[in-house]
């Protein structure tokens, strides 16, 4: 993949043909699946019909991320990982890193132009530079693989969502660490400074946030126990890891499923004894695609009824909401074209596997995050997270045609 390459590529997009036709459907199709599926969702939550209302769409939700989710990743991931690809695959979560870091210099910039309402500076950061590397991508690969006259082949649908599934647990730390840690609410105490809330650092005499206090009952704790046993305080320090490093929150049951599918698929005793068709275990295997199939529908819903309550109050205002719209969808996905064409270039991919490439390019022209958006409620600026999401995801129905015709273009 060369400069000359994506070129050519435009040039081509811009002339006409019938290869033009041809990527172009390609690259609509899925779309407009993903469209009309989320229309339903957003009919049924509509108060014409008003069968999925606020609380079932919350339950939707909540089965999607526990279960259906977790099955196919389980399922797809195992049975096409092994311990020789994920050698080969190691620059999945890699792209997934360095896209987050360079959406992130993206942000900042345009932040720092744009100068959002105080204390939004951060926020804004991240709502640029942290994408939906999971939810979107696994239903556009299966709705792009539905079709039998997909470009991929007919491995088209476990290949993607291998891939895919291969950078969710890094995408999960990345959340629950690094986007914590931005939306940390301000030394007032609240994102809603209108509120009247208490200022959090005047709960602790020192000035310190309540995430520091652990930390120092702790020390405390050990300071005044010197005569505990080293079994003892092996635990304690892991109880403590434990809780700094909010193991809890990235250990979500995707990840689970992610890393058992790759402890699994990756000895071949188990691969052959769990994934394999005919294994004695292979009926567990197979009841985790059948849940994983109704995956991708029921989120489509649960997006779609989401969609009808609209954006809600904002206090980040028209400008720069705009500015992360057009950041998110415009200029960062060019930047992971570079990411892409250097990586293949230096010889980090594997030679020929077009959904290998396909899929990190993906990566980088998706949405803003919806999982930050329940790390957001969880730092009190859910509101205006979920106005961030309801644009972001409006206009990303247009970005992403665009820009799979674009990848489509280069890789084939």
């Known amino acids: 993949m060369t400069v000359e390459r994506i070129l050519s590529a435009m040039a081509s997009t811009q002339v006409g043909g019938e290869s033009l036709a041809d990527s172009i459907k390609i690259a609509v199709s899925p779309i407009a699946k993903v469209l009309t599926v989320c229309f339903l969702g957003f009919l049924m ?18 089965l999607v991320f526990s279960l259906l989710l977790p099955c196919l990743i389980f399922s797809q991931l195992g049975q096409a990982i092994t311990l020789e690809k994920m ?3 190691w620059f999945i979560p890699a792209n997934v890193v360095l896209g987050s870091i360079s959406g992130s210099i993206i942000g900042f910039i345009v932040a720092s132009l744009v100068r959002p309402p ?10 640029i530079g942290i994408g939906n590397i999971g939810n979107v991508p696994l239903v556009l690969i299966a709705a792009l693989c539905r079709d039998k006259n997909n470009p991929f082949g007919d491995t088209c649908s476990i290949d993607g969502t291998a891939y895919i599934s291969f950078g969710q ?41 309540p995430e520091e206090v652990p930390l120092l009952t702790h020390e405390e704790a050990v300071q005044t126990n010197s ?24 250990l979500q049951p995707p990840i689970i499923a992610s890393i058992l599918a790759m402890i699994l698929g990756a000895v071949p005793f188990l ?21 994983g199939e109704a995956m991708i529908p029921c989120i489509l819903l649960a997006l779609g009824g ?12 028209a400008r720069t909401t705009v500015a992360i719209v057009i950041a998110r969808l415009v200029f960062v996905p060019p930047a992971g074209i570079g990411i892409v064409m250097l990586a293949d270039k230096l010889g980090f991919l594997p030679a020929g596997d077009k959904m290998f490439r396909f899929v990190l390019l993906l990566q980088h022209s ?16 859910g509101r205006e997270s979920a106005a961030v999401l309801f644009w972001v995801h409006i206009f990303a129905i247009f970005s992403m045609a665009g820009w799979i015709t674009l990848f489509l273009n280069i890789l084939l």
Not at 118 to 127: A, D, G, L, R, S
Not at 179 to 203: A, N, R, T
């Open 366 to 381: 998706m949405p803003t995050s919806v999982l930050s958006g329940a790390v957001a409620n969880l730092r009190g600026c």
């Open 169 to 209: 647990w890094v995408g999960a730390i990345i959340l629950y660490t690094y986007v914590f840690q931005m939306l940390e609410p301000p030394p007032e105490g609240s994102f809603d400074l209108d509120d009247g809330y208490l200022p959090i650092k005047s709960q602790s005499t020192d000035g310190s946030p």
């Open 45 to 62: 939550a509509s108060k014409y019909v008003n069968i999925l209302p606020a609380n079932g769409r919350k339950l939707l939700n909540g």
């Open 306 to 317: 989401n969609l009808v309550e609209g954006p809600g109050s904002s206090k980040l205002g």
């Open 118 to 127: 105080y204390p939004f500076f951060k926020f804004t950061i991240v709502q």
């Open 87 to 89: 050698k080969e695959w």
């Open 271 to 291: 691969k052959n004894l769990i994934f394999t068709d005919g294994a004695p275990l292979f009926f567990f295997t197979d009841s985790c695609i059948i849940l």
């Open 227 to 250: 005569y505990a046993s080293e079994k003892n305080k092996i635990i304690d320090f892991l109880n403590f890891l434990y809780d700094k490093l909010k193991l809890k929150q990235i």
